[in-house]
């Protein structure tokens, strides 16, 4: 990856870290759960490419240390709420993969004034919408992997970049209390700013749910005609094809999606 500038942000007791490259629009980007911001791999340079890329390593992920609270959509959402103040951003374009989209949907919920448009990348709106093998394996997550899982490749660069890599099963614990509550969020998707939803159509829940939430944000409502004078919503909805779920974030149709909408 290009040099970045790299930050410690103090927002809601963290201190939250982050990696600015690039310049233009500001976008920030959030990974997923057990990751950091490298989850991306060779798509943050593409990003910042064409944009400031604003990239987070959210609560006990990556370089950010833990604090004593649990994880939360909504308290990960208030920090990237509180990031964006820190930096001086204004408004920004916010774009999250799995656990990163839930935060992020939480971001433009409670902070709606702080976010321009929104990209919400492999996540379902109701967790019941995963199919039952991703719900087992939710079900399964705890402190008990952590000893297993140092034979992985992401425990070794948890290990390398954590504050306190004595802290993964802390991490996996707060985790496993997190993917087994349920939520649904579908009530509240047509209070969210222009949005474009991204799933592969190997995704890890059902195809059709992607479609339920594009038209709950006021898609697929009529023919726009040919001309589009009939109207059509400002959100988006983007179906990668040969994409699944563990190689959504580094493919470069992810990129060939997003950077449409937001220049659009």
Known sequence: ?????????????????????????????????????????????????????????????????????PFSYERMGDDIGALIDHLRLGKADVLGYSLG?????????????????????????????????????????????????????????????????????????????LVTKDYDWTPQLASLPPTLIVVGDADAMRLAHAVEMFTLLGGSQRDPGWDGSAGRTASQLAILPGTNHYDMATSPALVAAVEPFLAR
């Open 101 to 177: 989209a839930g935060v992020a949907l939480q971001t433009a919920l409670r902070h709606r004034d702080r976010v321009r448009k929104l990209v919400l990348v492999s996540v379902a709106a109701r967790r019941s919408e995963y199919f039952p093998e991703v719900l087992a394996g939710f079900a399964a997550i705890g402190p008990h992997m952590a000893e297993p899982m140092k034979q992985a490749p992401v425990y070794a660069h948890y290990a390398k970049v954590a504050p306190r890599p004595e802290d993964f099963p802390v991490l996996l614990r707060k985790l496993g209390e």
């Open 1 to 69: 990856m290009t040099a970045a500038k790299t930050g410690h942000a103090p927002v809601n007791g963290l201190q939250l870290y982050y990696e600015i490259r690039g310049s233009g629009d500001p976008l920030v980007i959030l990974h997923g759960a057990i990751g950091s911001m490298e989850m991306f791999g060779p798509n943050l340079d593409a990003f910042a490419a064409h944009r400031q890329l604003i990239s987070v390593d959210l609560q006990a992920h990556g370089r950010t240390g833990d604090v004593d609270r």
